[in-house]
């Protein structure tokens, strides 16, 4: 399956073959599967915002017939939403508009702004910055963790000095760790595990899936189901860490 998106603006509902089930069906499927740059192919160049098919391939894409792929072909046709290239070998399908369906990178920004205000609850700011002053970035874990080979200094003992340093937030950290922006979904389940789970056994948790070169969030969501069914606490995690590193 290809990544990306596609723009879909609210007033799609109006259109005039929103409400023909297989011809909207089968432009949206077109929309989502349309080359989103230049291609070629047996020496044919394909255009972005075009796709190179037949009707029985469409058929099997989308579960209609191939009679029906023909009826709806012809509508979007009609209206200008297509246009269409035919040998005896295959189609080129051209979407007249593509581009009013591809996001900008201004677009993109917005979009992800107007998301994170509409999705997260409305205290979803506050919480992200009133963990600033509690959550270790993994750098200063492994730092403190040298002070403590040096001096016996337990763990609890290494939190207590790191929370009087500013620190990023649980977000900031995740990104850190995982080199990239997280995506929507991934956020909405970070923001979760906040409510869930002591927001420290959240970055313990980070700082196991890191030692074990696991940057996966289902692989970080299995630790906490299995240290919350195993009744695990931060406290009890300092502890088993202090124990092994004597």
Same mark, same amino acid.
């Given at each position: 399956?290809?990544?990306?998106?596609?723009?879909?603006?609210?007033?799609?509902?109006?259109?005039?073959?929103?409400?023909?089930?297989?011809?909207?069906?089968?432009?949206?499927?077109?929309?989502?599967?349309?080359?989103?740059?230049?291609?070629?192919?047996?020496?044919?160049?394909?255009?972005?915002?075009?796709?190179?098919?037949?009707?029985?391939?469409?058929?099997?894409?989308?579960?209609?017939?191939?009679?029906?792929?023909?009826?709806?072909?012809?509508?979007?046709?009609?209206?200008?939403?297509?246009?269409?290239?035919?040998?005896?070998?295959?189609?080129?399908?051209?979407?007249?508009?593509?581009?009013?369906?591809?996001?900008?990178?201004?677009?993109?920004?917005?979009?992800?702004?107007?998301?994170?205000?509409?999705?997260?609850?409305?205290?979803?700011? !506050?919480?992200?910055?009133?963990?600033? %002053?509690?959550?270790?970035? =993994?750098? /200063?874990?492994?730092? *403190?963790? +040298? #002070?403590? &080979?040096?001096? !016996?200094?337990?763990?609890?003992?290494? %939190?207590?000095?790191?929370? =009087?340093? /500013?620190?990023?937030? *649980?977000? +900031? #950290?995740? &990104?850190?760790?995982?080199?990239?922006?997280?995506?929507?979904?991934?956020?909405?389940?970070?923001?979760?595990?906040?409510?869930?789970?002591?927001?420290?056994?959240?970055?313990?948790a980070l700082r196991e899936a890191s030692i074990n070169k696991k940057w996966n969030f289902n692989y970080i969501g299995q630790i906490l189901y299995e240290w919350q069914r195993n009744g695990m606490t931060a406290e009890m995690y300092e502890e088993r860490e202090d124990n092994g590193n004597q």
């Amino acid at each position: 399956m290809a990544e990306g998106y596609i723009k879909l603006f609210r007033k799609f509902v109006t259109w005039e073959w929103y409400d023909d089930i297989n011809t909207s069906r089968l432009f949206l499927h077109l929309l989502l599967t349309a080359n989103w740059k230049d291609a070629e192919w047996h020496g044919i160049i394909i255009k972005r915002g075009s796709k190179l098919t037949s009707r029985s391939r469409l058929a099997k894409e989308t579960g209609l017939t191939e009679d029906q792929i023909k009826t709806s072909l012809n509508k979007l046709i009609s209206t200008n939403e297509i246009t269409k290239e035919s040998t005896n070998k295959y189609t080129i399908i051209n979407i007249v508009k593509y581009g009013d369906y591809q996001i900008s990178s201004n677009d993109d920004t917005q979009q992800n702004t107007q998301q994170d205000n509409q999705s997260m609850p409305n205290n979803y700011p !506050n919480e992200c910055q009133s963990n600033a %002053n509690q959550i270790p970035t =993994n750098k /200063e874990i492994k730092e *403190l963790k +040298e #002070l403590k &080979e040096d001096n !016996n200094t337990s763990l609890k003992e290494i %939190n207590k000095q790191i929370n =009087n340093q /500013e620190k990023p937030t *649980l977000f +900031e #950290l995740f &990104e850190d760790e995982f080199k990239r922006p997280l995506t929507q979904i991934e956020i909405k389940r970070l923001f979760d595990w906040q409510q869930e789970h002591d927001e420290q056994l959240v970055v313990y948790a980070l700082r196991e899936a890191s030692i074990n070169k696991k940057w996966n969030f289902n692989y970080i969501g299995q630790i906490l189901y299995e240290w919350q069914r195993n009744g695990m606490t931060a406290e009890m995690y300092e502890e088993r860490e202090d124990n092994g590193n004597q």
